[in-house]
T-cell receptor, first 113, second 116 residues
């Protein structure tokens, strides 16, 4: 089983749609969680951190369910510029593993006019 | 530009040659990471440094790979006797340690390696 699993998609949605991505992780001791965005042939960039209480940043909402080891990202009112690959990222706990980010394979989103 | 920089951005080499990549982290970031990303996959951890100390290496980092950060600032990643399977994007990231939820890794633009 992969440490971080995502549905690779692709998701093709019209502008204005709401789209949700899901992610599961295997290490129950993991400490911190993130969504990164990666444009084609570019480096990953932090979209948002994910906190236990859930958090929102404009049109983006992230949720964490530690009991189910499940992370989600909701994008409302999709824009053409949201087209990218969304990477679910987990930071495992403790010791020298801290900081060794584990990435899912990414979910491809294409927003069309 | 005060972000993470990497050099070169692209490298084409023949199988069996040695290559070296450089990463300059954000100044004052004492943690530096190397990742490798192949097509259709997320980045995979290779190794990381805190200051000049290399604290962890992935099993992906075979004997042909070596990384250094001699003065705790820039880092180099060398691949000896390259193989076609080494073709990938090599990403460098840096961070400034803080509280668990606050440490963010910032990525450089990557070095895209093609081994012919």
């Amino acid at each position: 089983r992969k440490e971080v699993e995502q549905d690779p998609g692709p998701f093709n949605v019209p502008e204005g749609a709401t789209v949700a991505f899901n992610c599961t992780y295997s290490n129950s001791a993991s400490q911190s969680f993130f969504w990164y965005r990666q444009d084609c042939r570019k480096e990953p960039k932090l979209l948002m951190s994910v906190y236990s209480s859930g958090n929102e940043d404009g049109r983006f909402t992230a949720q964490l369910n530690r009991a189910s080891q499940y992370i989600s990202l909701l994008i409302r009112d999709s824009k053409l510029s949201d087209s990218a690959t969304y990477l679910c990222v987990v930071n495992p706990a403790g010791g020298t593993s801290y900081g060794k980010l584990t990435f899912g394979q990414g979910t491809i989103l294409t927003v069309h006019p | 530009d005060t972000g993470v920089s990497q050099d070169p951005r692209h490298k084409i080499t023949k199988r069996g040659q040695n290559v070296t990549f450089r990463c300059d982290p954000i100044s004052e970031h004492n943690r530096l990471y190397w990742y490798r990303q192949t097509l259709g996959q997320g980045p995979e951890f290779l190794t990381y440094f805190q200051n000049e100390a290399q604290l962890e290496k992935s099993r992906l980092l075979s004997d042909r790979f070596s990384a250094e950060r001699p003065k705790g600032s820039f880092s180099t990643l060398e691949i000896q006797r390259t193989e076609q399977g080494d073709s990938a994007m090599y990403l460098c990231a840096s961070s400034q340690p803080g509280l668990v939820a606050q440490e963010t890794q910032y990525f450089g633009p990557g070095t895209r390696l093609l081994v012919l």
